[in-house]
Every structure is written in C-alpha cells, then in structure tokens.
Nanobody, 125 residues
Framework: VQLQACGGGLMQPGGSLRLSCVAS????????IGWFRQAPGKEREFVSA????????YYSDSVKGRFTISRDNAKKTVYLQMNGLKPEDTAAYYC???????????????????WGQGTQVTVSS
C-alpha cells in the first residue's frame, strides 16, 4: 500500500491550499483515509478523515468549518481543502490508511497502518 501526499506550500494567513493524497495497493486500505499533521516540537494530531464507501467525514475542532475533506474514488484520491489558513496550521501534513475495516477510531493515529511521506504547509505573512 502506498500513499502519496502533495499540495503543500507557503501561504499567507487567510489563504487556501488543497492537499491531495493518492492511494494505491490493497482496496481494503482505501476504506478510510485520514489526515494528520505534526508541527515542530509537537505530537502528531488528527485533522480529518473520510470513509471511502460513504459520505461520512470527521474533523478536529481546530479545523472544523475551515477545512473540507473529499474523495474521488475513480482517481483513488482524497483531497483536503484548507481555507482560512492560520499560522497555527503550519505543520507537516500526512495522509494515512488503516489495515482493517472494523473497529477504527478515526481520530487516533494508532488506527492507521499506512502513512504517506508528508507535505509541508507553512502559513506566514
């Protein structure tokens, strides 16, 4: 299973970026795709997740209302549209997929077995 994240960059506060996560490999691993982020000196934290076979989406309180997760099943790609960026959104962003389709805690990184390489998002004026 491979996950490739891209789309990061430098953006001014209030700006927008769209991250992409392209998945390949075992179909079961596409069941849920999650986004996490890790800022320097901080622990990795949950950002958002989406179920592949439905429209259920999940967000952390810190990004709810500003970020939108979506997917294109035909392209095996999950997007994270980030609007209203803030300096505190600065982090390396990772997409991840679990190795099972049951008992998944979408908010916990321990539920995810496969991780992409990360893409850096920097929000600064």
């Amino acid at each position: 299973v491979q996950l490739q994240a891209c789309g990061g960059g430098l953006m001014q506060p209030g700006g927008s970026l769209r991250l992409s996560c392209v998945a390949s490999g075992r179909a079961l691993s596409f069941y849920v795709i999650g986004w996490f982020r890790q800022a320097p000196g901080k622990e990795r934290e949950f950002v958002s997740a989406i179920r592949w076979s439905g429209s259920n989406t999940y967000y952390s309180d810190s990004v709810k209302g500003r970020f939108t997760i979506s997917r294109d099943n035909a392209k095996k790609t999950v997007y994270l549209q980030m609007n209203g960026l803030k300096p505190e959104d600065t982090a390396a962003y990772y997409c991840a997929a679990p190795s099972r389709t049951y008992n998944i805690n979408y908010y916990s990184e321990t539920s995810y077995a496969y991780w992409g390489q990360g893409t850096q998002v920097t929000v600064s004026s």
